[in-house]
């Protein structure tokens, strides 16, 4: 009728498949709970947040971020080599830098444009990127863009690794994983690549989404609790997870970061991030650095919980972290538990292909810093009497 009947057979494909997505609208958040738009007189506690630590809601980033709405305005009024680089952005930027112990950072307006800019202006024609199979699409997608050749291994100990990093054809080669994945929880084995990177003279890339805040002795993320951060050339974490902001922190040494700011299309042609999302960010980094009882704690409630599925005989996978997937294998089976979970005012979203693999949907569980044993012991009631 109105000539995108293509699109309308295609999502009706996908929900004859189970597999249509749809977005839900939050009116309320507070901490570990929310009221959905759809049922607000109905409280439910959340389970699939990346606000691990609880910091989204904390009173000294809106106190920060409004701080610097009052002296700077809110939208940055023009790209960061314009006019849109405000001192929040340069003190968030060298506060990072000096945390992850490289020469200089910079902030991007989010995760997915961090990997974008990084991965496609670094590597190029004549150079090899090898990636983890596990890797999250904004490095997938910006590394099959990035003209470089690019091999995905299994993982760390893949023999095939080794293999792709002594061709001698590459000027040169390029390491990227994430330390903690977004959809499994497991952790990369750092410790062979930093070996790896070394032995063969390749660069690494670490995307610390998921470990930054949650892992390391001052909340740096896995790289440095594995005492390996000095061996990581470019650090990058998102700040959308765990320091609940927005927008996305990378640490190198100077010539890359100069030549990101040259060279990086997707950095140069997009309006700054607000002041206030740096200023947030900042304080968001102190708070990490200084409140290590907040990953402490949250490490605490993620084995507890872990080990409650576990004993439910629940397939968690690998994961050692506060990602604890459920994993229930048809897209069909997941929505069921996930509508279910919520009609016993539990708020858990099922992940589908082609987020997972085929016959890989499950439910993500994200633990946060404020669950309770109580809310943990609740959900796992109601898993219990779906597992039957
Ligand atoms: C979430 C995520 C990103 C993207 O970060 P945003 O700030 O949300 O765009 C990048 N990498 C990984 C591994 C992530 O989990």
Known sequence: ??????????????????????????????????????????????????????LAEDERLRKAAVEAIRKYGWGAGASRLICGTLRPHTELEEAFADWAGKERALYFPSGW??????????????????????????????????????????DESDQRLQR????????RKYIVTESIFSMDGDPARLDILAELKERFGAVL?????????????????????????????ILIAPLGKAAGCAGALAAAPAA??????????????????????????????????????????????????????????????QTASQIIPVIIGESEKALLWSSRLEAEGYFVTAIRPPTVPKGAARLRLSVQYAHTKEQMDGLCRVLKGLAG
């Open 205 to 233: 890339i670490l995307d610390e989404a998921h470990g930054l805040g949650c892992f390391g002795p001052t909340g740096a993320g896995l790289a440095e609790q594995l005492g390996i951060l000095d061996n990581v050339d």
């Open 256 to 317: 890359v970061i100069d030549l990101l700011i040259n060279r990086g299309r997707p950095l140069i042609y997009t309006t700054a991030a607000p002041a206030a999302c740096a200023a947030a960010a900042l304080t968001a980094i102190r708070i990490i650095q200084n409140e290590p009882h907040r990953r402490k704690q949250l490490s605490e409630n993620a084995a507890y919980l872990r080990n409650q599925l576990l004993k439910m005989g629940l397939n968690i996978g």
């Open 113 to 154: 444009s961090a990997n974008q800019t990084i991965l496609t202006t670094l590597p190029n024609k004549g150079d090899l990127v090898l990636m983890d199979h596990r890797c999250h699409a904004s490095i997938v997608d910006a590394v099959r863009t990035s003209g470089a050749d690019f091999r995905t291994y299994r």
């Open 164 to 171: 792709f990093l002594t061709d001698a054809k590459y000027r």
């Open 1 to 54: 009728m109105h000539g995108f009947e293509d699109f309308e057979q295609e999502l009706s494909d996908l929900e004859a498949a189970n597999l249509r997505r749809r977005l839900r609208t939050i009116a309320e958040v507070h901490g570990t709970t929310v009221r959905t738009a759809d049922q607000p007189q109905r409280e439910k506690v959340l389970f699939c947040s990346n606000n691990y630590l609880n």
